[in-house]
């Protein structure tokens, strides 16, 4: 069983920074998908970025802004955002599977809390 919890969400201005976190209790394999999601307010929640196997794959709204990292020895996982934009307001979910179809699909077995990101102008 794996239970992830999220942290470091905020307010900021857009082009300000935010770096979140997301630890985790229990055992994620290097292999596993372990990655970010958001929400919008009345939007369907969406893919941010994803790290499987020590390779880092990201959304095409948030290349070249978001780096996301793990932390094997914290067992951890971040996601440092850069130059935020209002359209990165949403709420933000760590999640966890081990199938690439059901993490994809938002279906993953593990999600975090969620933490808040808020961008203002």
């Known amino acids: 069983q794996v239970q992830l919890v999220d942290s470091g969400g905020g307010s900021v201005q857009v082009g300000g920074s935010l770096r979140l976190s997301c630890a985790a209790s229990g055992y994620i394999d290097s292999t596993d998908y372990w990655g970010w999601f958001r929400q919008a307010p009345g939007r369907e929640r969406k893919w941010v970025a994803t790290?499987?196997?020590?390779?880092?794959y990201y959304a095409d709204s948030v290349k070249g802004r978001f780096t996301i990292s793990q932390d094997n020895a914290e067992n951890a996982l971040t996601l440092q955002m850069n130059n935020l934009k209002l359209e990165d307001t949403a709420m933000y979910y760590c999640?966890?599977?081990?199938?690439?179809?059901?993490?994809?699909?938002?279906?993953?077995?593990?999600w975090g809390q969620g933490t808040q990101v808020t961008v203002s102008s």
């Open positions: 999640a966890s599977d081990t199938s690439f179809s059901s993490f994809y699909n938002g279906a993953s077995r593990y």
């Open positions: 790290i499987v196997s020590g390779t880092a």
